[in-house]
């Protein structure tokens, strides 16, 4: 996908030329994305932030899940050892 076929980028490009849409999007970030036909799935929320000269800001994303050094190793070392060694097709997916 392009930048020009990315909605959130459009939205962000309006942002830069209207500023009442700005002002509606960080009101409202779900109302706006969904007038604006982006869809929020339920049960996730969008908080919009500004950076400026000054403020910058920082995402922290969600910690990756876990995985010990035997899973590491068995998922490094291919699929058919993994399935072999580990035995964990819950973890691995079906290797057969």
Not at 9 to 22: P, S, V, Y
Not at 27 to 48: C, L, M, Y
Not at 66 to 87: E, F, N, P, W
Request: charged fraction near 30%.
């Amino acid at each position: 996908m392009t930048a020009a076929e990315n909605p959130v980028q459009k939205i962000i490009a309006r942002c830069w030329e209207d500023e009442e849409f700005k002002k509606r999007l960080m009101a409202d970030p779900a109302k706006t994305f969904d007038a604006e036909g982006v869809n929020v799935p339920d049960g996730i929320s969008i908080r919009v932030l500004e950076d400026t000269d000054q403020v910058q800001t920082l995402i922290i994303p969600p910690a990756p899940f876990h995985i010990d050094d035997d899973q590491l190793k068995c998922i490094t070392g291919g699929g058919m050892y993994c399935a072999d060694s580990c035995g964990d097709k819950d973890f691995y997916g079906s290797f057969t």
